[in-house]
Structure formats: structure tokens, C-alpha cells
Nanobody
Framework: QLGLTQSGGGSAQPGGSLTLSCDASGSTLNLACLAWFRQVPGKEREGIALLYTGLDFTHIADSVKGRFSISRDNAKKTLNLQMDNLQPEDTALYSC?????????????????????WGQGAQVTVSS
């Protein structure tokens, strides 16, 4: 059975770091697209990190580039999002996702409809 169980999140001060993780059941991490999304109430969901497993290709959105990174630990069956130099604008609900997407433009691969499996979400709050 495939699925994702999310952990991590919480509060941080500006400039701080947090790590989000998703534990995968079955062969979830072998699906083509693994990603992290975030959403702020009243705004559209934003795809911030993508890992296309077939090519080991990663993409980080401009809004978090240089501060966030996505990685997969096959031995531990986890998908991770490392968040450094957090800023108040990073406050959001973060969710991991996995799906059978096809290789193509990043914007297409990061469409939420491509993802069949989602973590339960974790709130990240950045404030001083």
C-alpha cells in the first residue's frame, strides 16, 4: 500500500532552520514525481520543490531557492525538505506529495493534479 506520513514543522525564528520529512510506505518513493507544496490561507497552493526520480532531477522554486533543498533517503524511505534561513513569508502549511507524472516543463510537473499521494500537512510558522 502506498502512502506518505509527514513529520516535522513547527516554529522558528527568522534565520532559523527546520526539516520536514515524509515517511513513505511501499514503493511510494519510486513514483516519478516527488514534491513539496505550501499553502497560505487565501492564496493558491505553491509547488516549491520537485524531485523527478527517473532523472534524479531537482527543482527549487525561485521563492525559496538557495534556502530550501529536497532530498530522498532510499534506505530510510523518506522524502525530506531542508529549510534554512527561514523568513516570515515562509509561514504556511507544507505538504509532501508523490505521483506518476511524466517528464516535461517544471510548471506542468508541479501541478497538484499529478499527485495521488499526499502527506497530512505540517504548519511552519516563522516569527520573532
Amino acid at each position: 500500500q502506498l502512502g506518505l506520513t509527514q513529520s516535522g514543522g513547527g516554529s522558528a525564528q527568522p534565520g532559523g532552520s527546520l526539516t520536514l520529512s515524509c515517511d513513505a510506505s511501499g514503493s511510494t518513493l519510486n513514483l516519478a514525481c516527488l514534491a513539496w507544496f505550501r499553502q497560505v490561507p487565501g492564496k493558491e497552493r505553491e509547488g516549491i520543490a520537485l524531485l523527478y526520480t527517473g532523472l534524479d532531477f531537482t527543482h527549487i522554486a525561485d521563492s525559496v531557492k538557495g534556502r530550501f533543498s529536497i532530498s530522498r533517503d532510499n534506505a530510510k524511505k523518506t522524502l525530506n525538505l531542508q529549510m534554512d534561513n527561514l523568513q516570515p513569508e515562509d509561514t504556511a502549511l507544507y505538504s509532501c506529495a508523490a505521483g506518476r507524472c511524466s517528464w516535461g516543463p517544471v510548471a506542468t510537473m508541479l501541478r497538484g493534479g499529478n499527485y495521488e499521494y499526499w502527506g497530512q500537512g505540517a504548519q511552519v510558522t516563522v516569527s520573532s
